[in-house]
């Protein structure tokens, strides 16, 4: 298995709260992304990074920020939490080897109350 | 505008059975077209994957099929076995943007 973990894996705050979530990974991999998964419509790209404090915006980027400055560590902030935020927040690695596979983290469940 | 469709949210088999899961893509650009499963409250796993110059590609029980003029794949399991029950996301990607873009899923449950 891919050494990667998000903290933390459950988290409930308040409308208006920052919120960061952190993707720790061990295999030294350039790529790293953030996505949401709601019912409906699946996996949605958030941030992405191609190496340290080298990043650019996914489809859903709005109300989110992400920085990077370790190859190890891809950290994304909620500024001001809203209810729409509420997801479950993956976050997944990937080499230069097979095209498009990507290593996923077990997830981040956000609540925001 | 979803770029990767599967218009399928469930689909129900009896074991030892054929799956057929579906999916439909508009961007005639993607490199690479991807399945990927995904248990309840772990992270999605890839599972088998197609270039977009092939037309099948087969691992096991999995066979995934592309039919570039229909922009269409589907992904064949044969024979189905409780295991397999889950979520099931089609994926392409793009190369030159090295991103990943997931339809909303299909849950299969394979009836024991």
């Known amino acids: 298995d891919a050494g990667i973990t998000q903290s933390p894996r459950h988290k409930v705050t308040e409308t208006g709260t920052p919120v960061t979530l952190r993707c720790h990974q061990t295999?030294?991999?350039?790529?790293m992304y953030w996505y949401r998964q709601d019912p409906g419509h699946g996996l949605r790209l958030i941030h992405y990074?191609?190496?340290?404090?080298?990043?650019d915006k996914g489809e859903v980027s709005d109300g989110y920020s992400v920085s990077r400055s370790k190859t190890e560590d891809f950290l994304l902030t909620l500024e001001s939490a809203t209810s729409s935020q509420t997801s479950v927040y993956f976050c997944?690695?990937?080499?230069?080897?097979?095209?498009?596979?990507?290593?996923f983290g077990e997830g981040s469940r956000l609540t925001v109350l | 505008d979803q770029q990767v469709k599967q218009n399928s949210p469930s689909l129900s088999v009896q074991e030892g059975r054929i799956s057929i899961l579906n999916c439909d893509y508009t961007?005639?650009?993607?490199?690479?077209f991807l399945w990927y499963k995904k248990y309840p409250a772990e992270g999605p796993t890839f599972l088998i994957s197609?270039?977009?110059?092939?037309d099948k590609n087969e691992d096991g029980r999995f066979t995934v099929f592309l039919n570039k003029s229909a922009k269409h794949l589907s992904l064949h399991i044969v024979p189905s076995q409780p295991g397999d029950s889950a979520v099931y996301f089609c994926?392409?990607?793009?190369?030159?943007?090295?991103?990943?873009?997931f339809g909303s899923g299909t849950q299969l449950t394979v009836l024991p």
């Open positions: 997944a690695i990937s080499s230069t080897g097979r095209a498009g596979e990507l290593f």
């Open positions: 961007n005639s650009m993607f490199d690479y």
């Open positions: 990074s191609y190496g340290v404090k080298d990043t």
């Open positions: 994926a392409a990607f793009s190369g030159s943007a090295r991103q990943l873009t």
């Open positions: 197609i270039s977009s110059i092939k």
């Open positions: 295999e030294n991999h350039r790529y």
